[in-house]
């Protein structure tokens, strides 16, 4: 098990950047692969992006790709989601999730560790 802590949110005009960031502590940091999930109010939880434990590949959802970067720094125990060319749709609370040596998935129940959330709120 590892606990994850959230920060980096916050209010941002549309077209701006924002970096979320995602620190671990307990079991061994690089077994995990760590995936970004997103919640707007009134609707259900989204995949975003993920990291694979094994060799740190990355994926997308099509309505981020090209805007948003996954990354993850094994030494520092933290994956981070930099946010470029935000936009009104982008606003929802965001939430890092991680999963033991697990396949890089959307399916946000294959991830046994959560994060408490920081919210994106994109302002026209």
């Known amino acids: 098990q590892v606990q994850l802590v959230n920060s980096g949110g916050g209010l941002v005009q549309a077209g701006g950047s924002l970096r979320l960031t995602c620190t671990a502590s307990?079991?061994?940091?690089?077994?995990?692969?760590m995936g970004w999930f997103r919640q707007a109010p009134g609707k259900g939880r989204e995949f975003v992006a993920a990291t694979y434990w094994a060799g740190g590949s990355t994926y997308y959802a099509d309505s981020v790709k090209g805007r948003f970067t996954i990354s993850r720094d094994n030494v520092r125990r933290t994956t981070y989601l930099q946010m470029n060319s935000l936009k009104l749709e982008d606003t929802a609370g965001y939430y890092c999730?991680?999963?033991?040596?697990?396949?890089?998935?959307?399916?946000?129940?294959?991830?046994?560790?959560w994060g408490q959330g920081t919210q994106v709120t994109v302002s026209a």
């Open positions: 999730a991680a999963g033991f040596r697990i396949q890089p998935t959307m399916a946000d129940g294959a991830y046994g560790d």
């Open positions: 307990g079991r061994t940091f690089s077994d995990y692969t």
